[in-house]
């Protein structure tokens, strides 16, 4: 009789100890995983990377020559033209054409916002240089309405035949006026023209060579031409009635 109880003390001993055994091993990995992978996270370099980023926008951004998407510091190529919020359009050519229907080419290193603003470039803040306003309203392209913008009370408008895309002279004349824009007179407004397109313009004005300009009143007609050989400031200025 004894030797029975014996056995069933062993027993119960057995599966205390046992019971025991597994809840202290439960107890060391009993950190609820909702907490476990929160603190993981935490300490992860890649989620702060991806927290950082998420406060980042998504840019359009002319970079080495090229239209590229940037989006939390990553650049990828720009395929199709978008739309932004406020109805700002960008071309994979760096064309930005405002709402109102003026017009900017972004330069280097220049880049659009989702919301529509600008990013200005450094170089263009640093004095005798423009800023990117200036050269929407007072560098932009040739239309009737900006003609007529261009020519109220005494001002003065400059239509300038470019060819933008293939032209050395054009290329370095677009390239001066961005950057001494600040040295044109604030009563002159320079209306660009696409050489290659614009054919009754180049008929109407006899234009028979790229990089040439012609001042004109308010009815268009002209009042004196010249071409700028890539000196397009200094030219201006030159010529200019």
Not at 1 to 12: E, F, H
Not at 114 to 133: H, I, P
Request: charged letters at 20%; hydrophobic letters at 35%.
């Amino acid at each position: 009789m004894k030797s029975q109880y014996l056995i069933l003390i062993i027993i119960v001993a057995v599966f205390a100890v046992g019971g025991l055994f597994y809840y202290s091993q439960s107890q060391q990995g009993s950190v609820p995983s909702e907490v476990k992978q929160a603190l993981e996270t935490q300490q992860s370099p890649e989620s702060e990377k991806g927290m950082e980023g998420s406060s980042m926008g998504l840019g359009y951004m002319m970079k080495n020559g090229e239209m590229m998407v940037e989006e939390n510091h990553n650049f990828s190529p720009m395929n199709a033209p978008v739309t932004l919020k406020d109805g700002t359009t960008v071309s994979t050519s760096g064309e930005v054409t405002k709402p109102d229907g003026s017009k900017i080419t972004l330069s280097e290193g220049q880049s659009m916002w989702t919301d529509g603003a600008f990013m200005k470039e450094e170089a263009m803040m640093e004095e005798g240089k423009s800023d990117d306003s200036t050269l929407l309203t007072r560098y932009t392209d040739y239309s009737q309405n900006n003609l007529a913008k261009a020519t109220s009370g005494n001002s003065k408008a400059v239509l300038f035949f470019a060819a933008l895309k293939w032209c050395p002279s054009c290329q370095a004349a677009d390239r001066d006026f961005k950057t001494n824009f600040s040295k044109v007179p604030r009563d002159v407004t320079i209306l660009k023209v696409d050489y290659d397109t614009a054919k009754e313009m180049k008929q109407k004005y006899a234009i028979t060579m790229q990089d040439t300009f012609v001042q004109v009143d308010s009815s268009g007609k002209e009042i004196t031409r010249w071409n700028s050989g890539g000196q397009g400031t200094s030219a201006l200025l030159a010529n200019l009635k």
